[in-house]
């Protein structure tokens, strides 16, 4: 059974950081996408950023580009998100996600852990 747990959510400035960790276990993760998505009240779940395992080949959203970065450490089943120059629109439940493959949906979610930019 995957499990995902998330970590590193918090009270932030603008301008500043957070790093988020999610801690995969349950599975091989080498063909394995890992992806973050957020959430804020009254809005739909926004995609943020995914990496594929494999090959660290990455993709962000336009919201994101520039200011977060997605990685992994294979030695510790966990991928990492690295959020810079936070903003208050950053303000959301973060979540891990991941699917088996290219052509998979994301079958597996974290419980989410929430991020907070105050202006």
């Known amino acids: 059974q995957v499990q995902l747990v998330e970590s590193g959510g918090g009270l932030v400035q603008a301008g500043g950081s957070l790093r988020l960790s999610c801690a995969a276990s349950?599975?091989?993760?080498?063909?394995?996408?890992m992806g973050w998505f957020r959430r804020t009240p009254g809005k739909e779940r926004e995609f943020v950023a995914h990496?594929?395992?494999?090959?660290?080949?990455?993709s962000y959203a336009d919201s994101v580009k520039g200011r977060f970065t997605i990685s992994r450490d294979n030695s510790k089943n966990t991928v990492y998100l690295q959020m810079d120059n936070l903003k208050p629109e950053d303000t959301a439940v973060y979540y891990c996600?991941?699917?088996?493959?290219?052509?998979?949906?994301?079958?597996?979610w974290g419980q989410g852990t929430q991020v907070t930019v105050s202006s």
């Open positions: 349950g599975s091989t993760f080498s063909s394995y996408i």
């Open positions: 996600a991941a699917r088996p493959g290219v052509f998979a949906s994301y079958e597996y």
């Open positions: 990496i594929r395992w494999r090959d660290s080949s990455t």
